[in-house]
Structures are given as C-alpha cells and as structure tokens.
T-cell receptor, first 114, second 115 residues
Framework: EPEVTQTPSHQVTQMGQEVILRCVPI?????FYWYRQILGQKVEFLVS????????KSEIFDDQFSVERPDGSNFTLKIRSTKLEDSAMYFC????????????FGEGSRLTVL | AQSVTQLGSHVSVSEGALVLLRCNYS??????LFWYVQYPNQGLQLLLK??????LVKGINGFEAEFKKSETSFHLTKPSAHMSDAAEYFC?????????????FGTGTRLTIIP
C-alpha cells in the first residue's frame, strides 16, 4: 500500500540552526501539506502546497519557514533559524484531489530544539 | 472559521463495551468532517469521513459516526471495544476550499481499553 514517508524520524538541533525535514508523498498525489503537533497539544496546520506553490499558510508559518518540491518527488520543510518553541512532531500529508479531505499522513519527524 | 471541540481528553472503556467519542463542530459553511486515529509512534490514519452524503458514516475497524446538523455533532461510536482500539482519536473539519484540504483538528481523545 502506498504511503507517505518522512525523514528523519527524530532530529535534535541547537537553537538558531537550520533544519530541513523531508517527505516523499504518495506518487500520484497533487496536494501536499505540513502539520505540526507540539507535545500535548492539537495537530495544527502549517502550510498547503499545490501546483508548485503555496496555496495557504497559517500564522505559524512565518518567514523562518519555507517549503519546496525540488525534484518532483520530495517535499521539504525548512526552518531557517530554529527556536525552542519549534520543538514538535511535524507531519507531512498528501492528497490526490480537492474537497475530499482524505489526507494520507506520514509517521512524523520529531524535532527537538535545545 | 471552522473549529471542532472534543469533549473528554481521556476516555476509558472495558473491552466489549460501547465506545463513544464526542465531537462538536462549528462551521459557517457545510462542513466536511473526519475522524483520524493515531496509534503510538505512528502517523494519523483516516477512520471515516462525512462529505454531505449519508449522515451515518461507516469507517474502518467497525467504527461509525453520525452527522447531526441540529446538534452540530459528529460523534464516533463502536458497539464493542477491542484492545487494539487503544489509540488517540482526532476529530477534524475541512473548509473544502479548492486546491486546499486544510484540516482543523480537535485536541484529541485518548482511548484506553480496560481488559
């Protein structure tokens, strides 16, 4: 069964360092997303990406964050200068059509900022 | 803006008993509603979804949910709990905008099954 894969599963970094989280969405999907879940809190939407551009982003997704799909298969989330409050589980998701809301999530990348 | 409220951050039921996880939504447009399950150390998996067709929706693993517009509710039920149902359950709502499947999640309900 096709699945969304994410790497790394866990990354520890120092505050101020750049981090890149990688995702390989399901191959025929067109819509891509990043969500995050701070420990003990709800899953929060960060950004959606369609047709090679951001279609929507949340208030959390400030100038320190960026996304790209560099090679048609990977979908990356970059945090330019990490802060302590960026520590969270980051989930990548993909979907194959609009309006259904059936997103397929990866297992997450746990980011710990020290 | 859409939102969902899940009543009860922790629910415990005995094996074989009814499972009822509550979700109420708020939406200015007809909502799309979803239940996702998260097993330990895994990602989110879709259990079931409501997209304005039948109000009683059946999902995987014997779960179902009923959309009640008058009560703005979308509660998740399963007649008989199994040990493997222990997980965290998230209700979510979508605005269904074109090219955008943004989901707004509830805070989650951790389901514990008592042997």
């Amino acid at each position: 069964e096709p699945e969304v894969t994410q790497t790394p599963s866990h990354q520890v970094t120092q505050m101020g360092q750049e981090v890149i989280l990688r995702c390989v969405p399901i191959s025929n999907h067109l819509y891509f997303y990043w969500y995050r879940q701070i420990l003990g809190q709800k899953v929060e939407f960060l950004v959606s990406f369609y047709n090679n551009e951001i279609s929507e982003k949340s208030e959390i997704f400030d100038d320190q964050f960026s996304v790209e799909r560099p090679d048609g298969s990977n979908f990356t989330l970059k945090i330019r200068s990490t802060k302590l409050e960026d520590s969270a589980m980051y989930f990548c998701a993909s979907g194959d059509r609009a309006y259904t809301g059936e997103l397929f999530f990866g297992e997450g990348s746990r980011l710990t900022v020290l | 803006a859409q939102s969902v409220t899940q009543l009860g951050s922790h629910v415990s039921v005995s094996e074989g008993a009814l499972v009822l996880l509550r979700c109420n939504y708020s939406s200015s447009v007809p909502p799309y509603l979803f239940w996702y399950v998260q097993y330990p150390n895994q990602g989110l998996q879709l259990l079931l979804k409501y997209t304005s067709a039948a109000t009683l929706v059946k999902g995987i693993n014997g779960f179902e949910a009923e959309f009640k517009k008058s009560e703005t509710s979308f509660h998740l039920t399963k007649p008989s709990a199994h040990m493997s149902d222990a997980a965290e359950y998230f209700c979510a709502v979508s605005d269904g905008g074109f090219g955008n499947e943004k989901l707004t999640f509830g805070t989650g309900t951790r389901l514990t099954i008592i042997p």
